[in-house]
């Protein structure tokens, strides 16, 4: 299968590029059983979904692996202080649905304590 993209409307502020591919049967019906399901209005459309959910999907990854990177670097006390830290916001959002007071830090964890 072959696909053209092309886009004439020069008011438009993003220009767009014509592409053309060629894909197996297979990769063809299986895009084009995708564009039926998500109603995209072209093949070119559907591609673009699919670039972008595959940029979401990467970028998610990368700052994950950034995230992951960070907490393994940390050193036990800090790991504490994180967790006492994490604990203390799931406290405070218990005391918000009951409408009881917020425990203070220090209360939490000691490592917590205003210094």
């Not at 940029?55 to 907490?71: C, G, I, P, Q, V």
């Not at 918000?96 to 964890?109: G, K, Q, R, T, Y």
Request: aromatic share 6%.
């Amino acid at each position: 299968m072959r696909v053209c993209h092309t886009e004439r409307n020069t008011a438009m502020p993003h220009k767009k590029d014509r592409v053309s591919l060629t894909l197996s049967h297979e990769a063809a019906s299986y895009v084009r059983g995708l564009r039926r399901e998500a109603k995209a209005p072209s093949l070119s459309a559907m591609f673009e979904k699919l670039i972008e959910d595959w940029k979401s999907h990467t970028e998610t990854a990368r700052l994950n692996a950034f995230a992951d990177a960070y907490y393994d670097s940390l050193a036990e006390p800090e790991i504490a202080e994180a967790s006492a830290w994490g604990q203390l916001g799931e406290e405070g959002l218990v005391g918000l649905e009951d409408n009881h007071e917020i425990a203070s830090p220090s209360a939490v964890h000691p490592a917590l304590a205003v210094r």
